[in-house]
C-alpha cells in the first residue's frame, strides 16, 4: 500500500511541474521573443539494482519504475515575425540573441522591443542596455537604419554601431532568466552573423491550440492522480482501524 502511495504522490508532483511549465507557457503567448518549455521525463533504469563486478552485472532484485523529471527545456525554434513599422524594434530571422548588458553582467535576449533611456543609450524594457561590437549602443535620435547584417546608421548614413549578436553550439546551455532573458553559466557566447529585420517583432513560439490540449490533458492526470491518493489513504486509515481490532 505504501508503495502504490509513494508512486502516486510522485505522479502528483510530476503532474504538477508540467502544469506549472504549460501554464507559464500559456500566460506568455503574446510575450515578444519567447520560448516555450517542454517537460522531458524519464525512469528510473534497472540498471541501478544492479551491481557491477568481475563477472558482469549481477541482479540484486527487482525495482518499480517510476516516472520524474528529468528537465525542463527551453525550445528555440523560430517564431513568426510582426511588422511594427517602429525603427527602434528589432527581431532575429536566423540563430542568435541579442546581447544586454545589466547589473547582473552579460544576459542574451529575443526581444528586440527596444527604447532609448534619458542619457541616450539603446536599452531593453527592462533597462538593460543593449550592446554593439564596442559596448554599449548610444543614440541621439530614433531615426536609425539597421540593415540585415546588424549595422546601425544615423540619419546622415553615419555608422554608429553593430548589434553585438552572439549565439552558442550547445544552446541547452542556456538559463532561462525570470525577466525573460537567458545567461550561459558554462561559456561565453560566441558572435554570430545573424539575419537582423528592423520594424518587425519576433512573436512567442507558443501554439496556444496545441497548449491549452496540453494543459487539460494535465489538469485531468492531476485530478485522477488527487483522487487516487484519497482512496489509497482511506484504505491505510481502514487497515491501521481493522488491525486495531485485533
Given at each position: 500500500m505504501a508503495n502504490g502511495f509513494y508512486t502516486a504522490?510522485?505522479?502528483?508532483?510530476?503532474?504538477?511541474?508540467?502544469?506549472?511549465?504549460?501554464?507559464n507557457n500559456v500566460a506568455n503567448i503574446n510575450t515578444t521573443g519567447?520560448?516555450?518549455?517542454?517537460?522531458?521525463?524519464?525512469?528510473?533504469?534497472?540498471?541501478?539494482?544492479?551491481?557491477?563486478?568481475?563477472?558482469?552485472?549481477?541482479?540484486?532484485g527487482s525495482i518499480q519504475r517510476l516516472v520524474g523529471i528529468d528537465s525542463i527545456n527551453t525550445v528555440f525554434d523560430q517564431a513568426n515575425l510582426e511588422a511594427t513599422d517602429r525603427k527602434l524594434d528589432l527581431s532575429?530571422?536566423?540563430?542568435?540573441?541579442?546581447t544586454i548588458r545589466t547589473n547582473n553582467g552579460l544576459m542574451y535576449t529575443r526581444d528586440g522591443h527596444f527604447n532609448i533611456d534619458t542619457e541616450g543609450y539603446l536599452i531593453t524594457s527592462n533597462g538593460g542596455r543593449v550592446q554593439g561590437i564596442?559596448?554599449?549602443?548610444?543614440?541621439?535620435?530614433?531615426?536609425?537604419?539597421?540593415?540585415?547584417?546588424?549595422?546601425i546608421r544615423n540619419e546622415q548614413n553615419q555608422i554608429i554601431s553593430r548589434l553585438d549578436i552572439?549565439?552558442?553550439e550547445d544552446i541547452t546551455s542556456l538559463q532561462r532568466m525570470n525577466d525573460g532573458t537567458y545567461r550561459d553559466?558554462?561559456?561565453?557566447?560566441?558572435?554570430?552573423?545573424?539575419?537582423?529585420?528592423?520594424?518587425?517583432?519576433?512573436?512567442?513560439?507558443?501554439?496556444?491550440?496545441?497548449?491549452?490540449?496540453?494543459?487539460?490533458e494535465v489538469q485531468r492526470n492531476f485530478q485522477s492522480v488527487a483522487n487516487a491518493l484519497k482512496l489509497i489513504d482511506r484504505l491505510?486509515?481502514?487497515?491501521?482501524n481493522e488491525i486495531g481490532k485485533v
Amino acid at each position: 500500500m505504501a508503495n502504490g502511495f509513494y508512486t502516486a504522490a510522485q505522479a502528483m508532483l510530476l503532474t504538477q511541474r508540467r502544469l506549472n511549465a504549460l501554464a507559464n507557457n500559456v500566460a506568455n503567448i503574446n510575450t515578444t521573443g519567447y520560448k516555450r518549455s517542454d517537460v522531458i521525463q524519464s525512469s528510473f533504469q534497472d540498471q541501478l539494482s544492479l551491481r557491477i563486478d568481475q563477472m558482469g552485472s549481477q541482479e540484486l532484485g527487482s525495482i518499480q519504475r517510476l516516472v520524474g523529471i528529468d528537465s525542463i527545456n527551453t525550445v528555440f525554434d523560430q517564431a513568426n515575425l510582426e511588422a511594427t513599422d517602429r525603427k527602434l524594434d528589432l527581431s532575429i530571422a536566423s540563430d542568435g540573441f541579442f546581447t544586454i548588458r545589466t547589473n547582473n553582467g552579460l544576459m542574451y535576449t529575443r526581444d528586440g522591443h527596444f527604447n532609448i533611456d534619458t542619457e541616450g543609450y539603446l536599452i531593453t524594457s527592462n533597462g538593460g542596455r543593449v550592446q554593439g561590437i564596442n559596448g554599449d549602443i548610444r543614440l541621439t535620435s530614433e531615426e536609425i537604419s539597421v540593415d540585415q547584417q546588424g549595422w546601425i546608421r544615423n540619419e546622415q548614413n553615419q555608422i554608429i554601431s553593430r548589434l553585438d549578436i552572439r549565439s552558442t553550439e550547445d544552446i541547452t546551455s542556456l538559463q532561462r532568466m525570470n525577466d525573460g532573458t537567458y545567461r550561459d553559466q558554462n561559456q561565453v557566447l560566441r558572435p554570430v552573423d545573424a539575419y537582423v529585420v528592423q520594424g518587425m517583432l519576433e512573436h512567442s513560439n507558443v501554439d496556444v491550440n496545441q497548449e491549452m490540449t496540453r494543459l487539460m490533458e494535465v489538469q485531468r492526470n492531476f485530478q485522477s492522480v488527487a483522487n487516487a491518493l484519497k482512496l489509497i489513504d482511506r484504505l491505510n486509515e481502514r487497515a491501521v482501524n481493522e488491525i486495531g481490532k485485533v
